[in-house]
């Protein structure tokens, strides 16, 4: 296994805010860390090697595409939620 270090022009407050930001993404895309002391949580590696990969998209939004972007993630996100995920909140 090997690792990937990032130098980001911020405090390591900053720094850690973004990871867990990243993180928190990528477990509403489904990459979720599977073992080790930060399992069940995001898995920011593995999104960004689904990015690399290709099998993931970024797309910026902008003014022009912001409603029709809204509505979709919307609509795909009630379209994967688990019937019984009330139950855990």
């Not at 993931?56 to 994967?80: A, F, K, P, W």
């Amino acid at each position: 296994m090997a690792t990937l270090g990032l130098y980001l022009k911020t405090t390591q407050e900053e720094a850690n805010c973004i990871r867990a930001k990243l993180n928190a993404v990528a477990l509403e895309l489904g990459f979720v860390a599977q073992r080790g002391p930060t399992a069940g949580n995001g898995n920011l590696a593995a999104m960004l090697v689904a990015i690399a990969d290709g099998r993931l998209v970024i797309q910026e939004v902008t003014g022009e595409n912001r409603g029709s972007l809204q509505r979709r993630c919307r609509d795909e996100r009630e379209s994967r939620k688990d019937p019984f995920s009330h139950q855990l909140e």
